[in-house]
């Protein structure tokens, strides 16, 4: 992806995510409003925006920045309240607005250092990248400028807060949302590693390689021939507590949450299959809290103390 086309990149997948007519909601659209006219600080020249029956807006523009304005300024009016909320979680805001049930999602996000990494990638941006970014950011702010108290989304008046302005930066942190749901996978690569010293048959039983619900495309579904080395340089590297796992558990609970929220668990459980990470509580031996993670944890504490 070069320079150019990673923010179009960004900006057409932010418009995506927050497309603004679900498809099972076609039928149900109000006939298309009569035509009129505003005038936006910021232009170049003049731009057109064409709403199909669908609602999805068609922009005509005579340049690119005109053209990235105009997008931002749809994309707000369409979804003002969800590119905030998107911004948020990725940033580690969002208790400032929904309270300290937040906090735990919002320390997660703050460690990955998302707002760090967006902020970076647009200080060395091309001039070019940065100008169709800073357009988009103009226009969403256009947007934002034009409402007061009362035309606010109806979430931000609950939450008795205006959004503040858009940046460049945001475009692109809200992006890194999705791809933290599709990279999903890192604490099973833990636990795999933390349990590379058992024998063979069971780390199978914990962590097997194939699922009945895998579809095959090229090739056969088995394992290479290669056995797996259980040497003494195996013996006790790595291993993996009970607390440990459930720590991994808790993370992950913390992260459904956060991806549920703005709509990407599906993602994130997409990636992670065949071992989606369940938190579940069930009352065992002395009302003990079970954490699953892929598999009963309670089971691998009595495969650690086998082994």
Known sequence: MNERTAPLFSILLLAFLLSPVPLR?????????TPSSIQLTGLRARVT?????????????????DLYFAQGYVTASDRLWQMDLFRRTARGELAEVLGT?????????????????????VAQASPSARAL?????????????????????????LLQYKPRPWTPADSLIVVKLFFESLSNTWRLDVM????????????AALLPETSPIDVLVVGKDAKAKAARATTASH?????????????????????????SRVGLHAEALAAALPFPVKLREAKRGHGQIELVLGFDLLLLDDVLRSA
């Open 133 to 157: 970014l800073e357009a988009y950011a103009k226009g969403v702010n256009a947007y934002i400028d034009s409402l007061d108290a009362k035309d606010l989304p109806p979430e931000f008046r």
């Open 101 to 121: 049930a937040a906090l735990d999602e919002d320390k997660r996000h703050r460690t990955f250092g998302f707002a760090q990494s967006a902020d970076a990638e």
């Open 25 to 33: 909601d076609v039928a149900a659209q109000t006939p298309a409003p």
């Open 49 to 65: 925006i064409r709403r199909d029956e669908r609602g999805i807006p068609h922009i005509t523009a005579a340049n690119d920045e």
């Open 235 to 259: 013996e006790g590297a790595g291993r993996i507590s009970l607390n440990a796992a459930l720590a991994l558990a808790e993370d992950e609970a913390t992260q459904t949450r956060s991806l």
């Open 192 to 203: 795999r590693e933390a349990l590379a010293f058992l024998p063979k048959e069971k780390l």
